[in-house]
């Protein structure tokens, strides 16, 4: 174990060997990496497991105590995990994934890194570091669909639990998701357009320019109107329409997009750096039926996000978080990996995630924040899930977006804190 200091912190690195299939503990094993993070002298604290969200992105490269560090050092000791697949853990990449061979094998490969996977990992994690003693887990939006899975598969090795943003429907399907999210997509698109008026003309201008012209983004591949209205994602961000407006502030270069448009677009708009979140993204909600690509389909019953509208008078809709099969031809990252996409997408035999039996006789204190306006993990499905997980208490506010838990500087974890110790 390598150990270091940042500013107030002590950092330790942990790597754990785990099956791939924990169905078949004696099968192909996998590596997973945790990074501990205390204060200097900090002695016995308890555990707390931190989940990131995703699925896809490694757990936070963190400096010092910032964000909700802080006040989570004030008590535990914090393993922040890269989930399987991602950051340090044994990657998942177009070029791992090529030496599977076939894109059955690839995407047969790819099943086993869901929720329920995530958190037998953690139970092995745990009863290394602990040595059985139960852990509080904080689950920041995937990260708190992976903390409802322990709570449904493993309850006996919590503590604790803190969500943020992160409560599913318990039996909603990709379908019902995007269905609730499309609408407050649009809502969002049209709230900055009346902050930044000017924007719909640029935005317009933009997207009559690639309708008409062949664009690139440097070394990303194509740059479409379809793919171009994926910066709605940024609309679900605290600062995410203020960040929107400065990309459409001054994207031209006399006729032609500028090169500094195009490179800041690019890592916005390409999956290079987490592609299992393009991959398993609607994965992450299918229990016993195909997703059969449910973004793109139910796109269909919203035609006011039709990317021919820029023909007419109506503003560009951006869309937010979904995605589409096109994006595995656009984009080089994803390429490679676009038949075994295609064959999950069609997969009908997925485990259940969640059992709401189980949730609902639930003794492990919970606590959760529940963003009225989530763009990412509407209210709607949130809030009965909230009701139907005993013991569970919810804050609903309007305070926050779904970064929360990163913007508020603690004060988000130390009300949930509060609210599961009984002070709040």
């Not at 008409?212 to 591949?221: K, N, S, V, Y």
Request: include cysteine; charge should be negative.
């Amino acid at each position: 174990m390598a150990s270091y200091r940042q500013r107030g912190t002590v950092l330790t690195d942990h790597v754990f060997t785990v099956p791939l299939d924990h169905a078949r503990p004696d099968g192909d094993q996998i590596q997973i990496f945790g990074r501990e993070v205390a204060a200097p002298d900090a002695g016995p604290l308890p555990w707390l497991v931190f989940l990131q969200g995703g699925p896809g992105f490694g757990g936070p490269r963190p400096h010092g105590r910032d964000s909700w560090l802080d006040r989570a050092l004030a008590g535990y000791r914090v393993l922040l995990l890269d989930q399987r697949g991602t950051g340090r853990s044994s990657p998942a990449t177009r070029q791992t994934l090529a030496r599977l061979g076939s894109p059955a094998a690839q995407a047969a490969y790819l099943a086993h890194f869901r929720a329920d996977a995530i958190v037998r990992d953690a139970e092995l994690v745990r009863l290394a570091l602990t040595g059985g003693e139960p852990w509080s887990v904080l689950g920041q939006s995937f990260g708190g669909f992976c903390t409802v899975s322990y709570l449904s598969l493993a309850p006996e090795g919590l503590r604790e639990a803190f969500i943020t943003g992160g409560l599913p429907g318990l039996t909603s399907t990709a379908d019902d998701l995007y269905r609730i999210t499309y609408g407050k997509v649009a809502a969002r698109v049209r709230e900055h357009y009346r902050r930044y008026p000017g924007d719909a003309g640029q935005a317009r201008r933009v997207a009559r320019y690639l309708r008409d012209h062949r664009a690139a983004l440097p070394g990303g591949g194509q740059l479409t109107v379809e793919r171009f209205q994926l910066l709605g994602q940024l609309l679900g961000q605290s600062t995410g329409s203020d960040d929107l407006h400065y990309l459409l502030e001054d994207p031209f270069a006399g006729s032609e997009l500028s090169d500094a448009f195009l490179h800041t677009l690019l890592p916005r708009l390409s999956f290079a750096t987490a592609p299992l979140y393009a991959v398993l993204h609607e994965a992450c909600y299918a229990q016993g039926s195909a997703t059969r690509w449910a973004a793109h389909r139910v796109r269909a019953e919203f035609p006011e996000f039709d990317p021919a509208a820029v023909d007419g008078d109506a503003p560009l809709l951006f869309t937010g978080e979904m995605i589409y099969p096109w994006l595995f031809e656009l984009d080089p990252a994803l390429r490679p990996l676009r038949d075994a996409a295609e064959e999950l997408a069609g997969w009908a035999d997925w485990p259940a995630l969640y059992d709401p039996a189980r949730l609902a006789a639930n003794q492990v204190p919970v606590a959760a924040a529940v963003y009225f306006s989530d763009m990412y993990v509407p209210a709607e499905l949130s809030v009965p899930t909230s009701q139907a997980i005993g013991g569970l208490r919810a804050w609903v506010t309007s305070e926050y977006e779904h970064d929360g838990l990163r913007v508020s500087d603690g004060a988000v974890l130390d009300r949930l804190i509060g609210m599961v110790r009984g002070t709040i």
